[in-house]
C-alpha cells in the first residue's frame, strides 16, 4: 500500500464524500474512485460503503483509517525531521512551464508544494524546451518541464504527463474526415500542418515529423527560428479550412464554433512531458513538487 492511497482513504473518510476529498487533494474525483477502488481489489475488502448522500467507512475501512492515520503522523513526523538536515532552496522555486499543459497538472502540484513547504514562492517561466534545459545547466531555473528528456547525467527526470494528442479542424472539415474513431492521419492529406520552429523542441518535432511522414503527409518548410509559436493562433489558422494543428484533449483555451477538436485514430501521437531538475540537487521542495506532478500521471494515467 503506497501512501498517496492512504491519504486518499483517509481524505475520502474524513471528508464523507469522494467530490469533497477530490476538491481537497487537488485531483479529479474519477482519478480519486479509482484509486479507492483500486485499493479495496488489492486489500480484498469493502472500505467504503457509498450511497446517495455520501460515504461511510465499514468495519474494516475503519481499522484501516486508524492504522493509516497512525502511518502519515508517522510519515510526516519522519520528513519534518529530515528538513532539517536539507535545504529548502532560500524560498524560491523558479519552474520553467510550456505553452500547452492539462490545466490541473500545475495547480494541484503548488497546492501540495505550499502545504508541504510554506516558505517557498515560486516563479514561472513560459520558456521552451531547449530554453528550459539550458536555463537548468546554468543555474536560472530549479525545475523544468519538457517535452523531451535530456541526455547526460547532470539532469535527473521524471515522467509527469502522457497526452493522446487530436487535432483541431475547422469544423466543416471534422465533419467531412470524421471517423466513427476519429480522424485518420493519413486523411489530413491536402492540409498544411500548422507547425512550431524545430529550434525550440528539436526531438518532439522530429518524432512528430516522422510519425507524418510514415503516414504520407508533408511536413511543410521550416518555421524561422525567431518565430515563436503563439498557441491562440491555432484557431484563426485552421478555422480557414486549409490546415490543422495538433493539441492536447484538454486544450485549455476557448474554441469556437468554427473549430473541432478530433481524436487520432488509433492515438499514433502521444506527447509526453517530462519534469527535469539538477541531479545533485538535495532541495526537499524540489522533491515535494515533482513527487506531486508524478502523482499526476500515476492517477491520471493517460488522457
Same mark, same amino acid.
Given at each position: 500500500m !503506497?501512501?498517496? !492511497?492512504m491519504r486518499a482513504f483517509v481524505a475520502v473518510a474524513e471528508a464523507g464524500a469522494l467530490s469533497k476529498a477530490a476538491r481537497q487533494l487537488h485531483v479529479s474525483q474519477p482519478a480519486l474512485s479509482q484509486t479507492i477502488t483500486a485499493l479495496e481489489r488489492r486489500l480484498g475488502v469493502r472500505l467504503l460503503v457509498r450511497a446517495s448522500t455520501g460515504v461511510q467507512a465499514t468495519e474494516a475501512g475503519m481499522t484501516l483509517l486508524t492504522e493509516a492515520r497512525a502511518v502519515l503522523a508517522r510519515h510526516d513526523q519522519a520528513m519534518a525531521a529530515m528538513a532539517r538536515h536539507t535545504t529548502t532552496g532560500g524560498g524560491v /522555486?523558479?519552474? &520553467? @512551464?510550456? /505553452? !500547452?499543459? $492539462?490545466p490541473e497538472l500545475v495547480p494541484a502540484a503548488l497546492a501540495r508544494l505550499a502545504e508541504a513547504c510554506p516558505d517557498t514562492r515560486v516563479q514561472a517561466r513560459h520558456?521552451?524546451?531547449v530554453a528550459q534545459v539550458a536555463g537548468l545547466r546554468t543555474g536560472e531555473l530549479d525545475v523544468g518541464l519538457v517535452g523531451e528528456r535530456p541526455a547526460g547525467p547532470d539532469l535527473d527526470a521524471a515522467l509527469v504527463v502522457e497526452e493522446n494528442v487530436g487535432v483541431l479542424l475547422a469544423t466543416d472539415v471534422a465533419e467531412k /474526415? %470524421?471517423? =466513427?474513431? &476519429?480522424v485518420r492521419l493519413e486523411n489530413l492529406a491536402g492540409l498544411e500542418w500548422f507547425a512550431f520552429a524545430r529550434a525550440g523542441s528539436p526531438a518532439w518535432y522530429d518524432e512528430l515529423a516522422a510519425i507524418l511522414r510514415? #503516414?504520407?503527409?508533408?511536413?511543410?518548410p521550416d518555421v524561422p527560428e525567431e518565430q515563436r509559436l503563439i498557441v491562440e493562433l491555432k484557431i484563426p489558422a485552421v478555422s480557414a479550412g486549409g490546415a490543422y494543428a495538433f493539441a492536447p484533449p484538454a486544450w485549455p483555451y476557448p474554441m469556437p464554433d468554427t473549430v473541432r477538436w *478530433? $481524436? *487520432? %485514430?488509433?492515438? =499514433?501521437i502521444v506527447r509526453r512531458t517530462w519534469a @527535469?531538475? $539538477?541531479a545533485a540537487s538535495h532541495r526537499r521542495d524540489i522533491a515535494e513538487f515533482v513527487a %506531486?506532478? !508524478?502523482? #499526476?500521471?500515476?492517477? &491520471?494515467?493517460? @488522457?
Open positions: !503506497e501512501l498517496r !492511497e /522555486l523558479r519552474v &520553467g @512551464v510550456p /505553452l !500547452e499543459l $492539462p520558456l521552451s524546451s /474526415l %470524421a471517423g =466513427p474513431d &476519429g510514415s #503516414h504520407g503527409l508533408d511536413v511543410g *478530433l $481524436p *487520432l %485514430a488509433g492515438n =499514433p @527535469v531538475w $539538477p %506531486a506532478l !508524478e502523482g #499526476h500521471q500515476r492517477d &491520471g494515467s493517460r @488522457v
